[in-house]
């Protein structure tokens, strides 16, 4: 009897913590399920076997910094039947993003010893400014339910049942006040995708934003009110510039704010 050829699965890293590969490896009992349907290829972080391309799946964690980065991602594209980035560094540069607000070579001679050993792209970029990308799964870290169904939709021919919705309809689902109406609390859940269960919210903490941008989100109505809650420019840019800085919407409004700091500080340096 023939046995069907199980898809080859490839799990990639690039600058990142590593933390949405380990959000696949607690999947746990989940994992083995789809360790059973799939035939792990390279994931150096659960086995050293590795099994040459090409390969079926592919899930990318991580932005692109380095040339060799940008060199890399394009082979293992090219690898790839189905490529997934997984994570806000992956889809929209994450944390290490903020370097392209920034002065790149100051940061390095302030953190590196010998800064002449480091070379790095002037910004760092997501996957997709690279190479085409056919699902991405966001989140910082990745929802790990969310990783399982996108593998799991694959395999069955079939489109993801991920939502696009905002974090607030989660609060509203677990019964939770909303934190800017009852205690004037700064929150971006109303612009940001669920995926978390409003964990923050939960515990009468804003949303940070870790999922990045919700479908749609009004960004500017947000920043409004913010601005009502005397949250100051600067502060509000800074909201934009987190897990997601890169992010269309995030990234722009973000901007706005930040020029409109920077006004703000200039006309307070000018004698009245």
């Given at each position: ?90 889809t ?6 903020l ?11 302030t ?46 021919g079939?489109?993801p049942n ?49 999922y ?24 509000i ?33 000018r004698?009245?």
């Amino acid at each position: 009897m023939h046995t069907p050829r199980k898809p080859k699965l490839a799990v990639w890293k690039f600058a990142s913590c590593d933390g949405c590969q380990l959000s696949l490896l607690d999947c746990e009992d989940e994992l083995l399920a789809v360790a059973n349907t799939v035939s792990i290829a390279y994931f150096p972080e659960a086995t050293r076997a590795v099994v040459d391309g090409p390969y079926d799946i592919s899930l990318v964690e991580g932005s692109i910094s380095t040339g060799e980065d940008a060199e890399r991602i394009q082979m293992i594209r090219d690898e790839s039947n189905l490529l997934i980035t997984i994570g806000a560094c992956a889809t929209s540069g994450g944390i290490q993003g903020l370097r392209n607000f920034a002065n790149v070579d100051q940061y390095i001679s302030t953190v590196y010893a010998h800064p002449e050993y480091i070379h790095t792209l002037r910004n760092v970029s997501p996957i997709s400014q690279h190479v085409f990308v056919d699902y991405e799964v966001r989140g910082c870290p990745i929802n790990k339910y969310h990783l399982v169904e996108v593998l799991a939709a694959h395999l069955a021919g079939r489109r993801p049942n991920i939502p696009s919705y905002s974090v607030c309809v989660e609060c509203k689902r677990r019964g939770t006040s909303c934190v800017m109406v009852a205690h004037g609390t700064p929150c971006m859940g109303p612009v940001t995708q669920a995926g978390c269960g409003a964990i923050c919210p939960a515990y009468n903490r804003g949303c940070y934003g870790c999922y990045g941008p919700s479908e749609e989100p009004n960004t500017q109505a947000l920043s409004a009110w913010w601005t009502k809650l005397g949250v100051e420019d600067a502060d509000i840019a800074r909201s934009y510039r987190s897990y997601n800085a890169l992010s269309g919407v995030f990234r722009r409004e973000g901007s706005r704010y930040a020029k409109k700091a920077a006004a703000g500080a200039t006309n307070e340096e000018r004698p009245q």
